[in-house]
């Protein structure tokens, strides 16, 4: 996922990219920061799969927020475009 994540980052025109890594419900938040070239969540070591990494569930109310406002964001960040 993450390689793939960067793959987008070389000419975005929007200040932070957003990625998802889904396992079933629940869901990983990838954010690049265009700024300072960050990415979060930090590197993992290959073959290594940590279950907190997939910290929100879809059919939960803090998943669906998150997902949401991640939604908002990058709404907001288009129409600045325009």
């Avoid at 940590?50 to 803090?62: M, N, V």
């Amino acid at each position: 996922m993450r390689e793939g994540f960067l793959d987008f980052t070389s000419n975005i025109p929007i200040p932070t990219l957003y990625g998802l890594s889904a396992l079933g419900t629940r869901f990983c938040v990838y954010k690049y920061t265009v700024a300072d070239r960050s990415v979060i969540p930090p590197r993992i070591p290959p073959g290594v799969a940590p279950k907190e990494r997939w910290d929100f569930d879809l059919l939960e109310a803090e998943g669906e927020a998150r997902l949401k406002g991640i939604v908002t964001h990058i709404k907001a960040m288009v129409a600045a475009l325009q």
